[in-house]
């Protein structure tokens, strides 16, 4: 859990303004932490290679975990072959003293394979595709805070196993949220000269 302490700065302009900001502890690695993830495994419904409407019906086994540690699908047992929709949540505690006002944090999500979406607290929270990396803004509160990303999966790695053709090309893809995610909270003040 973060920690704020108080420190003071000088900021210097044509004068001196000195502020106490509360100071947030150092990042936070939650890459090693608990997740719960829960996956859609989208397979055929009927016989692989079957043409026409019945061809294009989908079945979705619904699989629960909890991790201990953030990795790639093919490194689960579960999810070896798996395509499809992964749901990772993380519960993060923030110190009581927590206020939108004077805090904030970015969160970096590292690797992510494929397409993901970030909510924090159930509100749908804007995050670039490329760098994974976000500002939460006022989306935390303190106490308890909730961390959900959805990852949409291509359907390579369940197609290894039901076509030849795949699996001869021998690519495995190493789908989900793997990291390393770093939490890191700042603090926020306003400086004015009197």
Same mark, same amino acid.
């Given at each position: 859990m973060p920690t704020l302490k108080a420190s003071t700065f000088a900021i210097r302009t044509s004068q001196t =303004?000195?502020?106490?900001v509360e100071t947030p502890s150092?990042?936070?690695d939650l890459t090693q932490a608990a997740w719960n993830l829960k996956v859609e495994d989208?397979?055929?419904?009927?016989?692989?290679?079957?043409?026409?409407?019945a061809g294009s019906e989908t079945s979705k086994a619904l699989i629960n975990l909890n991790l201990n540690a953030l990795k790639a699908w093919p490194d689960i047992e579960e999810l070896k072959n798996v395509s499809g929709v992964g749901t990772y949540t993380y519960t993060l505690?923030?110190?009581?003293?927590?206020?939108?006002?004077?805090?904030?944090?970015? =969160?970096?999500?590292?690797?992510?394979?494929?397409?993901?979406?970030?909510?924090?607290?159930?509100?749908?929270?804007?995050?670039?595709?490329?760098?994974?990396?976000?500002?939460?803004?006022?989306?935390?509160?303190?106490?308890?805070?909730? =961390?959900? =990303?959805?990852v949409s999966t291509t359907l390579n790695n369940r197609l290894f196993t039901l076509s030849k053709a795949v699996t001869d090309r021998g690519i495995m893809q190493e789908y989900g949220l793997i990291g390393p995610v770093i939490f890191q909270p700042y603090s926020k003040a306003v400086v004015w000269a009197k």
């Open positions: =303004i000195k502020t106490t150092e990042k936070i989208w397979q055929p419904q009927n016989k692989y290679g079957t043409t026409g409407v505690n923030l110190p009581n003293n927590w206020n939108s006002a004077n805090n904030g944090a970015t =969160i970096s999500l590292g690797q992510v394979v494929d397409a993901f979406t970030l909510k924090v607290n159930d509100k749908i929270v804007p995050i670039d595709q490329i760098s994974a990396k976000v500002d939460l803004g006022n989306t935390l509160k303190a106490g308890e805070n909730k =961390i959900e =990303i959805r």
